[in-house]
């Protein structure tokens, strides 16, 4: 088992000990990773990067990643396939010799 699949395990673990699954459909979750980017969005409000709470990063930030993993999950994709096959389309939207070094959308390039 690798170590995403057994967080992934953990996290279904606790979810369903509190009865939770009923709330984690695909809509659900998605709307709950928009919220939690939210509040992630809210600690560098007014503030330089280096201001931020850094305890609270971290939970914002794992707050995010639990609904990503729990609506892949849901979704039965594979984290690691998924990332890989966009890897694949950013490379051809974005190569090297074009993109390297600038903020360009890759229609811009």
């Not at 305890?55 to 849901?74: G, R, S």
């Not at 074009?98 to 890759?106: R, V």
Request: overall charge negative; charged content about 30%; hydrophobic content about 45%.
């Amino acid at each position: 088992m690798s170590d995403i699949q057994a967080t992934i395990k953990k996290i279904i673990a606790f979810r369903d000990e509190r009865d939770w699954a009923q709330f984690h459909n695909a809509k659900d979750l998605a709307i709950a990773i928009s919220v939690e980017a939210a509040e992630l969005n809210e600690l560098f409000l007014w503030k330089s990067a280096e201001e931020v709470d850094s305890t609270k990063l971290k939970e914002e930030l794992a707050d995010i990643l639990t609904f990503c993993l729990l609506l892949a999950h849901q979704q039965n994709l594979d984290i690691q396939q998924i990332i890989e096959e966009k890897l694949v389309i950013n490379a051809a939207k974005y190569p090297i010799a074009k993109a390297k070094g600038s903020a360009k959308k890759y229609n811009e390039l």
